[in-house]
């Protein structure tokens, strides 16, 4: 079992920024992958970044290219989202998943954070 602890959300103006954190706790290991996924108000999830635990590659949706970043803290396996120049199109939940690199979905999901992002 992996359990997942977001914070780090808010109210913020269009074009300001935001830090998401993930705690993990449990059975984590080097061989996972962490991601964050949002799901907006009568609309499906969706993912928006990724990293792998051991070598740091990640992967964003191209809404989020060029201003979201996500990285990790090794030593307090923690995930982040740095989340700039914010529009209002990115206000949902946003929610960080962990899985096993050997599993195609996501096993473990935290409890979600809500994001704003006022116009």
């Known amino acids: 079992q992996v359990q997942l602890v977001e914070s780090g959300g808010g109210l913020v103006q269009a074009g300001g920024s935001l830090r998401l954190s993930c705690a993990a706790s449990?059975?984590?290991?080097?061989?996972?992958?962490m991601g964050w996924f949002r799901q907006a108000p009568g609309k499906e999830r969706e993912f928006v970044a990724a990293?792998?635990?051991?070598?740091?590659?990640?992967t964003y949706a191209d809404s989020v290219k060029g201003r979201f970043t996500i990285s990790r803290d090794n030593a307090k396996n923690t995930v982040f989202l740095q989340m700039n120049s914010l529009k209002p199109e990115d206000t949902a939940v946003y929610y960080c998943?962990?899985?096993?690199?050997?599993?195609?979905?996501?096993?473990?999901w935290g409890q979600g954070t809500q994001v704003t992002v006022s116009s």
């Open positions: 998943a962990v899985r096993r690199l050997i599993m195609l979905n996501y096993e473990y």
């Open positions: 449990g059975r984590t290991s080097s061989s996972y992958a």
């Open positions: 990293i792998i635990w051991s070598g740091g590659a990640t």
